[in-house]
């Protein structure tokens, strides 16, 4: 049996610092939101467990997101890791955009299908925070609210369709430089500044920090603003950079008029995503 699915990718909406923690992590309130770009998996039955992976520039060995969801799941569940994975990718790494914990959350989902054990989706979600603070938004999809490390999730209603572009600079970001690069966070661990009434704040507080390190992701977000963006921020810690848009024509033309940009980023046109639609696409299917 193969069995085939996508891992969409993310950005936030907002992403609020609150606190270092005594573990090294840094306590946030994020919004999660789910947008059609998405990685291409395979699972197919085998006496080993092997990754192939398109894009030479990604580890395809142990220390891959993809593999180590796949040791931890067999082990959770006492089985043996059996699988001959392949994976295309098409979401940057280090790019602000999560694919590798979508790889991660879509494996999780996958070799529990294939493998016939019943996990619940409490337990994949921890094996996934274990992995990556983002994983479990993966398992989730939509729109959703990000706490502790981002990994606790509370679902949200999902947003109205809007267009999003996605600015993709060439180069990628490691989060902990990000990090490091913010110092002491801008605020005290008490979360009470933080809305919780739907109403989504407009900032990324790693944006500043990121754009000290990498100039030119600042000009990006300037260029998505006076493209119309409602919204224009950085994705997690980049390099992504993101604008909002009423609809996908809107996106389309905004993206037009970024073209002529000197970054030799990648700009992509794509739709945010409905939890049911994340649900169906992530899901595995029978490959005929
Ligand atoms: O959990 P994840 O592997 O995505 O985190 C990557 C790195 O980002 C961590 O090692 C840490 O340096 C930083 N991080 C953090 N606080 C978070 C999430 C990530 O400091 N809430």
Redesign the pocket.
């Known amino acids: 049996m193969r069995l085939v699915a996508e891992a969409f990718a993310k950005v936030n909406l907002s992403l609020v610092v609150l606190g270092r923690r005594t573990d090294?992590?840094?306590?946030?309130d994020t919004v999660f939101q789910a947008v059609g770009l998405a990685d291409r998996l395979s699972f197919e039955e085998s006496d080993g467990l092997a990754l192939s992976v398109d894009d030479p520039s990604i580890p395809a060995g142990a220390e891959n997101l993809v593999l180590r969801a796949a040791r931890a799941l067999a082990e959770e569940a006492g089985v043996k890791a059996r699988a001959a994975i392949t994976l295309e990718k098409r979401i940057p790494a280090g790019g602000g955009l999560g694919g590798g914990?979508s790889d991660a959350a879509v494996t999780l989902l996958a070799l529990s299908a294939l493998w016939e054990i019943d996990v619940s989706l409490e337990r994949l979600a921890r094996i996934g925070a274990a992995l990556?603070?983002?994983v479990p938004f993966f398992l989730h999809g939509g729109t959703a609210h990000g706490l502790g490390?981002?990994e606790r999730i509370e679902p949200l209603p999902d947003l109205p369709p809007r267009g999003v572009v996605l600015v993709m600079p060439p180069f990628p970001v490691a989060?902990?430089d990000v990090?490091r690069q913010l110092g002491a966070p801008v605020r005290d661990t008490a979360a009470t500044e933080v809305p919780r009434d739907g109403a989504v704040p407009d900032r990324n507080d790693l944006e500043p920090a990121a754009e000290a390190l990498f100039p030119a992701l600042r000009g990006i977000r300037e260029a998505l603003g006076a493209a119309g963006a409602t919204q224009a921020r950085l994705s997690g810690s980049g390099s992504t950079v993101f604008g909002l848009f009423p609809d996908l024509s809107g996106a389309a033309e905004a993206a037009r008029r970024l073209e002529g940009l000197p970054t030799g980023a990648v700009v992509r046109v794509v739709p945010t995503l409905t939890r049911e639609e994340c649900r169906v696409r992530s899901g595995p299917r029978r490959a005929e």
């Open positions: 090294g992590f840094h306590e946030l914990s990556g603070s983002d490390r981002g989060t902990p990090f």
